[in-house]
T-cell receptor
Framework: NAGVTQTPKFRVLKTGQSMTLLCAQD?????MYWYRQDPGMGLRLIHY???????AKGEVPDGYNVSRLKKQNFLLGLESAAPSQTSVYFC?????????????FGSGTRLTVV | GQSLEQPSEVTAVEGAIVQINCTYQ??????LSWYQQHDGGAPTFLSYNGLDGLEETGRFSSFLSRSDSYGYLLLQELQMKDSASYFC??????????FGKGTRLSVIA
C-alpha cells in the first residue's frame, strides 16, 4: 500500500521561481492537508481540503496556492519562491476530521530557496 | 487562538519510563492525539484520547484530563529506537489538527 506519496522529495529553487508540489493518496480519504515544518516550530498548516473541489486556508497560507481537482490529489503551488519558504513540506490525509482518525503523512519534500 | 505547550527536550535512560506532558488552550476541543517523528522521517500516528483517562497501546500510554486541559504520553521500557520527536495535537470542531512544537526525546544507554 502506497499511502500518501509526495513528489519531489528534494528541490532547490532560486528566489522568484515557481514550482508545484504533488501529493497523492490511495486510501480514498476525503480530507487532505499541507503542513510545513521548520526547526523549533512544529507543524504549521498551510492549506487544507475537505473534499474534491474544495480548499481552505490554514495558519500560514501566504505565498501558496492549492488545488484539489481530483479526490486523490492535492497540489501545493509556490508562484514566486522566497527564502522564507525554505522548509520541509508534509502532505497528510485523513478519513474524516473526527475523533480517533489519525492523519497519514507523506515522506515530505525538502525545499531550499536560494 | 489555539496553542499547545510541551517541553522542547527530554532525556531518559534505556529501560526507564518517561512522561511527555502537553497542555492546551483550544476552543471546541474534543480530543488529543500523539505523533512520533524520527529524524528525517514523517510523523506517524501513535494514539488518540477522546475521553478522560488512560489509553494503553503496548509500551505507550496516553492520558487526558479535560478539566486540567492537560495530557501526557508515557513511554515504558524505553528503547534506543524510541529516540524521536513527539508531538501532541488538538482536535477542535471540524478543523484540522493543531500541533504542538514537539518534544525531542533522547534515549541514552
Amino acid at each position: 500500500n502506497a499511502g500518501v506519496t509526495q513528489t519531489p522529495k528534494f528541490r532547490v529553487l532560486k528566489t522568484g521561481q515557481s514550482m508545484t508540489l504533488l501529493c497523492a493518496q490511495d486510501m480514498n480519504h476525503e480530507y487532505m492537508y499541507w503542513y510545513r515544518q521548520d526547526p523549533g516550530m512544529g507543524l504549521r498548516l498551510i492549506h487544507y481540503s475537505v473534499g474534491e473541489g474544495t480548499t481552505a486556508k490554514g495558519e500560514v497560507p501566504d505565498g501558496y496556492n492549492v488545488s484539489r481537482l481530483k479526490k486523490q490529489n492535492f497540489l501545493l503551488g509556490l508562484e514566486s519562491a522566497a527564502p522564507s519558504q525554505t522548509s520541509v513540506y508534509f502532505c497528510a490525509s485523513s478519513y474524516t476530521a473526527g475523533e480517533g482518525y489519525g492523519y497519514t503523512f507523506g515522506s515530505g519534500t525538502r525545499l531550499t530557496v536560494v | 487562538g489555539q496553542s499547545l505547550e510541551q517541553p522542547s527536550e527530554v532525556t531518559a535512560v534505556e529501560g526507564a519510563i518517561v512522561q511527555i506532558n502537553c497542555t492546551y488552550q483550544t476552543s471546541g476541543f474534543y480530543g488529543l492525539s500523539w505523533y512520533q517523528q524520527h529524524d528525517g522521517g514523517a510523523p506517524t500516528f501513535l494514539s488518540y484520547n477522546g475521553l478522560d483517562g488512560l489509553e494503553e497501546t503496548g509500551r505507550f500510554s496516553s492520558f487526558l484530563s479535560r478539566s486540567d486541559s492537560y495530557g501526557y504520553l508515557l513511554l515504558q521500557e524505553l528503547q534506543m529506537k524510541d529516540s524521536a520527536s513527539y508531538f501532541c495535537a488538538a482536535h477542535s470542531g471540524n478543523t484540522p489538527l493543531v500541533f504542538g512544537k514537539g518534544t525531542r526525546l533522547s534515549v541514552i544507554a
